[in-house]
């Protein structure tokens, strides 16, 4: 999220440029709301085909721009699917390239598929021997019929005043809700009050939707190897000194809060655009900072700036554990009638 829309979108400033701005992302958020509507009611009336993937599919996806935790959430599912014995894909669209990197460290032995034809990258899976997919970033895609959708609200956005783009970072209203299997309320360094706020006001809009809460909580640093692009030892966050964290993300203000809830001393902060494609302006910007002590940065930063950097740089990354605070049995619900389509895909 660049500044301005930070500032713009959750009303910070008072000036009368920004004011001026935010009246025509007003209107924009008119026609965008309108567009929106007209394209989910084509759907619904089948008026605009879909079709359904050609293996168990499990979605997950929000309703905003970036910082739910869609990638620690698909990696989890990736994750425990594999653990149960199946042979999980992960398709997404790729954009930048990064969060696919990041997805193969994360869980090595899960291939990604990145594909812009959801429906396209789940038959690619299959040819390819994978029993189910877990799709990154695909609630909006509504050329596939997933089995599962799962969308994230994170806890830090709220739902008091979701304004739909440009105006605010929304892509639908709370209403879409009612097309998902489950809603998964995430936080990072909100309150566990603020999320069972949130989760009671999805039920409210919704009526009966299933409602799940997870913590993505930052348990430990990892060194990122550079041999092998990969995480290596952990060593505990409490008092690590930090020359620089960085991060090209959606909500870099966030990081930020983490790290320092954690006990990470923070010397500095340096934040770029999500999915920024670091330059040799920055890498020297940060080799600079890197002689003073380690960086850290995100996942999905180091991925991409590993290549860049000075060998002798160290970049740690923060390991986020997702922890399930409410709605366990609605995600073991998931998981088992994925499970049931692919008995019913096999007897077929």
């Not at 965008?32 to 989910?40: E, I, K, Q, W």
């Not at 609630?139 to 709220?158: K, P």
């Not at 600079?288 to 940065?297: C, K, N």
Request: proline fraction near 6%; charged fraction near 25%.
């Amino acid at each position: 999220m660049n500044e301005w829309h930070r500032r713009v979108w959750d009303d910070e400033d008072s000036g009368s440029g920004y004011r001026g701005l935010a009246a025509l992302l007003t209107l924009g958020e008119w026609g965008y709301r309108g567009a929106v509507g007209v394209r989910s009611w084509a759907y619904d009336k089948g008026l605009i085909p879909s079709a359904a993937p050609a293996l168990p599919t499990l979605c997950v996806g929000n309703l905003t721009v970036g910082g739910t935790g869609k990638t620690p959430i698909t990696a989890w599912f990736a994750s425990e699917l594999l653990r149960r014995g199946w042979q999980p894909a992960v398709v997404m669209r790729g954009y930048g390239g990064d969060e696919v990197l990041v997805h193969r460290v994360l869980n090595p032995q899960v291939p990604v598929y990145p594909s812009p034809d959801r429906v396209a990258g789940v038959q690619m899976a299959a040819d390819a021997g994978s029993d189910c997919v877990v799709l990154d970033d695909g609630f909006q895609h509504r050329a596939i019929r997933a089995d599962e959708n799962i969308v994230l609200i994170a806890a830090e956005d709220g739902v008091e005043r979701p304004r739909l783009l440009p105006r605010g970072p929304w892509r639908e209203s709370l209403t879409a809700l009612r097309r998902a299997s489950l809603a998964v309320v995430t936080r990072k360094f909100a309150p566990e009050a603020e999320g069972e706020h949130v989760a009671q006001r999805i039920v409210e809009v919704t009526g009966n939707l299933p409602v799940a809460r997870a913590h993505l909580e930052l348990k430990a640093l990892a060194r990122f190897d550079a041999t092998t692009s990969s995480l290596a030892e952990e060593v505990p966050m409490k008092n690590f000194r930090c020359a620089m964290a960085v991060a090209g993300v959606a909500k870099p203000q966030i990081v930020w809060s983490q790290l320092e809830a954690a006990g990470v001393r923070l010397e500095h902060s340096k934040a770029f655009p999500d999915h920024h494609r670091y330059t040799a302006a920055d890498a020297k910007q940060l080799n600079v900072a890197g002689r003073s002590g380690p960086l850290v940065t995100t996942l999905k930063d180091a991925v991409k700036l590993r290549p860049i950097v000075a060998p002798d740089v160290e970049l740690y990354v923060p390991v986020q554990h997702v922890s399930w605070e409410a709605g366990q049995a609605e995600v073991e619900g998931i998981i088992e009638r994925l499970q049931a389509r692919q008995r019913a895909d096999g007897s077929e």
